[in-house]
């Protein structure tokens, strides 16, 4: 009698387990919310795992662009207020000053960690997040993988949900990643096949 009711308590532990690991792929297959757009606070606030990753990448996106206009665009489709001319100002400084490599592209944004509560007409998100990236010089090529930490605050601006704030918390750039020979360099040259030995 002991061994069906521990093997029923370890059957449904196993269960349990799966059924958690498997969510975020249950919400993400049968959820098709793809923009903010109409969302309630509330329903932005139990959407935002499934928002967050999409909105950051357009951040990204505008980050990559040269044109200030482009830039500006592309951050106000996600961004309002302060935090819009925080991150305009920022992007604009940093390419003036050389602080940001134009020869850089997001492969994915990825969500580490999150938590989000409604307040008031905001709702606010505590997120850890993870870039990766490659970023090209001259002659060599850098894979990074950039995690970061961020208190945001989101509010309707336009019919849609909006960073309206932001405290960078953390910045991690410890996985730095490998550093390949940039194929366009110059002087560089495709390695020769070496002959084939007779048997």
């Known amino acids: 009698m002991r061994d069906i009711i521990r093997n029923t308590i370890a059957g449904a532990l196993v269960l349990t387990g799966l059924g958690v690991g498997a969510w975020p792929y249950l919400v993400s297959s ?21 928002l967050l990753p999409g909105i950051l990448a357009d951040v990204y996106t ?9 830039i500006y665009d592309k951050l106000a489709e996600v961004a309002t207020g302060d935090a819009l001319e925080q991150l305009y100002l920022e992007r604009v400084g940093a390419m003036a000053g050389g602080g940001l490599n134009p020869d850089q592209e997001i492969h994915e944004v990825s969500l580490l ?16 997040w993870r870039v990766l990236g490659v970023v090209g010089h001259a002659e060599h090529m850098h894979m990074r993988g950039n995690a970061y930490a961020a208190d945001l605050r989101f509010a309707v601006a336009d019919g849609r949900w909006k960073i309206a704030g932001f405290d960078l918390t953390d910045v991690d750039r ?18 020769v096949d070496p002959p084939e030995q007779e048997s």
């Open 62 to 70: 505008a980050f990559g662009e040269t044109e200030e206009a482009a």
């Open 113 to 128: 960690g999150m938590s989000a509560r409604p307040s008031g007409e905001t709702v606010n998100i505590s997120a850890r």
């Open 174 to 191: 410890t996985d730095a990643g490998t550093l390949e020979r940039n194929a366009d360099a110059p002087g560089n040259t495709s390695p």
């Open 30 to 50: 049968t959820s098709d919310v793809s923009s903010s757009d109409s969302m309630s606070r509330q329903e932005f606030s139990q959407n935002s795992p499934l």
